[in-house]
């Protein structure tokens, strides 16, 4: 099993303000997202965010995943 740690975080907060997290320290509604390329193409590809947080999440956020990518 992945450690929290090695996952990216995407943090929805109380404002409806999405980021991706470089600590767990940020409140809010959280997804996980594994580092390898495949598991960010399929949530860039399905717009899985966009699920997760009830949501139309920016193109900024699916960008920035991107280049989280190994």
């Avoid at 943090?11 to 390329?37: H, L, M, P, W």
Wanted: aromatic share 4%.
């Amino acid at each position: 099993m992945i450690s929290q740690k090695e996952l990216i975080r995407i943090v929805k907060s109380k404002d409806c303000e999405i980021k991706i997290a470089a600590d767990n320290k940020t409140n809010g509604r959280s997804a996980y997202c594994c580092r390898n390329t495949e598991c960010i193409e399929k949530v860039i590809g399905k717009h899985m965010l966009d699920k997760q947080f009830s949501m139309s999440v920016p193109d900024s956020i699916y960008e920035a995943l991107k280049k989280e990518m190994n």
